[in-house]
């Protein structure tokens, strides 16, 4: 059984940043991706970023050269700079672990002055 625990969520003002941790806990070799997907109000679930088990990033559009994804183990990292009020969401990570993909609880991020 694999688990994945995310952190790092809240409150914060346009402009500033946020870091999120991912961590992936049971019995398993290695990962094939771990994810961060989020959900904004309203709206269906998007792909912000991805890291493969070999350090490959992948970015939504939205989020190139402000957020940054990265990796120590099974931990994956989201550091989020130049926050804006449309990254609201709930941010939701996930280890894909062919052939499962195994899904965090999901932690609010909240972007307002």
């Known amino acids: 059984q694999v688990t994945v625990v995310e952190s790092g969520g809240g409150l914060v003002q346009p402009g500033e940043f946020l870091r999120l941790s991912c961590a992936a806990r049971?019995?398993?070799?290695?990962?094939?991706?771990m994810n961060w997907y989020r959900r904004a109000p309203g709206e269906q679930r998007e792909l912000v970023a991805s890291?493969?088990?070999?350090?490959n990033t992948n970015y939504a559009d939205s989020v190139k050269g402000r957020f940054t994804i990265s990796r120590y183990k099974s931990t994956v990292y989201l550091q989020m700079n130049s926050l804006k009020p449309e990254d609201t969401g709930v941010y939701y990570c996930?280890?894909?672990?062919?052939?499962?993909?195994?899904w965090g609880q999901g932690t609010q991020v909240t972007v307002s002055s």
């Open positions: 996930s280890a894909r672990i062919i052939p499962v993909e195994y």
């Open positions: 049971g019995r398993f070799v290695s990962f094939n991706s």
């Open positions: 890291i493969t088990n070999g350090g």
